[in-house]
């Protein structure tokens, strides 16, 4: 390897410590799926496994690791000389910690089940290749932890739980109690953003300053709301957020004025659609807030979110399926469903046990519109995967009735 040219060995070192990111993406990729998986629902689709064993996974990194070590002391060495050494190990820490750790730990959070599939395309073959060497250290490491390990050990610490092989269906035989569910929830929260769960702005319950006074306190007396967000004229123009337990004593007495009114409102709380929400979580608490206007990158209000839907995402596991009603979704007596355009996929998918593609358009009306790729008219049928829409109505373009139903035949509907 000294003979090789400067250039080749540079370009030796990007590609190992390419391939080493990949491996921790991997690796990352993996535990995220696994703290998904364990909180669940026995409907909810199935995730990707790991296609090889994860021992091997984690050699092959520290052999890469130590190669990218060896050739950056080498290359050190031959032009900075008794300086080499210590040059090397600031940039190699400096390049592993960013390009081999940070950023595809990140990459691996937002999008695990596409990294864990890249991961069994590309290292399944070389993964397997190593097997044997990875039982073998694997065994030496067993041997000299024996003086040490108790030698009681239940079924569940079998020798076989510690190949951390291929995932299988048995992560979901075991029950975990409720508390174990709770923290792979709030693990899985980094993975979801602040814009899966907003309520959009159509939906947001608020207070238009330019309505009259009479106006708002009728709106204010019948909310069901604490926190409401105060604007004129339009969302865009939040004014401030008012906590209606400040003035419900002069609601029954329709004593209440606007200035009155906006005194007791404090300054809005803006989040960037793009927060994580386990990184939003910890807002709310460092804040000391509750909700949170969400605006995009120009500045555009897209809805609201509070700290109840965050533990909602957290502890909504454990509500029973009879209670998860949606407002939205009216059954008929021929089983299919009437649904409303503004309505969340998301709730769409928890309430109904469905699977409607939620990593795009948040709603129905603009699932619709992204697959049909125009503003449709009434009496359009299209199909989305099982399941059959049928548009009954439209208004100021867009989709505002729908009926909805799952059909398990194979020709489509058009």
């Known amino acids: 390897m000294d003979n090789l040219h400067l250039s080749t060995m540079l370009a030796v070192l990007g590609l190992l410590t390419l391939w080493s990111g990949l491996l921790t993406a991997v690796e990352a990729a993996y535990h995220q799926l696994r703290a998904i998986r364990a909180s669940s629902r026995p409907g909810d689709p199935p995730k990707p496994a790991l296609a090889f064993n994860l021992n091997s996974l984690i050699l092959a990194n520290t052999l890469i ?3 990218i070590t060896v050739v950056a002391t080498l290359i050190a060495l031959n032009n900075f000389y008794f300086n080499g050494p210590t040059l090397a190990w600031v940039l190699v820490t400096s390049v592993l910690l960013i390009v081999a750790e940070f950023i595809p730990r990140k990459l691996a959070a937002r999008r695990p089940e596409a990294i864990v599939l890249l991961g069994n395309t590309l290292l399944r073959a070389p993964m397997t290749l190593l097997t044997p060497l990875t039982w073998l250290y694997k065994n030496i490491a067993k041997l000299l932890l024996r003086p040490f390990l108790s030698r009681r050990r239940t079924a569940s610490q079998s020798d076989d739980d510690d190949d951390l092989g291929p995932t299988t269906h048995q992560e979901h035989s075991t029950p975990q109690s409720g508390r174990a569910h709770v923290i792979s929830g709030i693990y899985a929260l980094d993975s979801m953003t602040v814009n899966d769960i ?5 939906e947001v319950d608020g207070v238009n300053l330019d309505d009259s006074i009479e106006h708002i306190i009728e709106r204010l007396i019948i909310s069901r709301h604490t926190r409401l967000p105060v604007y004129h004229n339009d969302i865009n123009q939040v004014e401030g957020v008012l906590n209606t337990r400040v003035i419900s004593h002069l609601l029954p007495r329709g004593q209440l004025t606007k200035e009155e009114l906006i005194a007791a409102c404090y300054e809005p709380y803006f989040v960037p659609e793009s927060t994580p929400l386990q990184l939003q979580l910890l807002n709310f608490h460092k804040q000391q807030r509750r909700m949170g206007v969400v605006v995009d990158e120009y500045g555009e209000v897209l809805g609201i979110v509070s700290l109840e839907d965050i533990l909602e995402e957290i502890v909504g596991e454990f509500e029973s ?10 059954p008929q007596a021929d089983g299919r469903l009437l649904v409303d355009g503004a309505a969340s996929i998301r709730d769409l998918n928890k309430s109904l046990g469905w699977h409607l593609p939620s990593d795009g358009p948040k709603t129905v009306n603009g699932l619709i519109t992204e697959a049909l790729e125009s503003i449709p008219a009434s009496a359009v049928c299209l199909k989305i ?10 208004e100021d373009n867009r989709v505002t009735r729908v009926m909805m139903w799952q059909n398990t035949a194979t020709k489509a509907v058009h």
Do not use: D, K, W
């Open 65 to 67: 690791r130590v190669l």
């Open 198 to 202: 907003l309520v959009p702005r159509s």
């Open 321 to 330: 399926e009879q209670s998860m009603t949606n407002p939205h979704v009216q």
């Open 385 to 394: 995967g099982p399941y059959r829409l049928e548009i009954l109505e439209t």
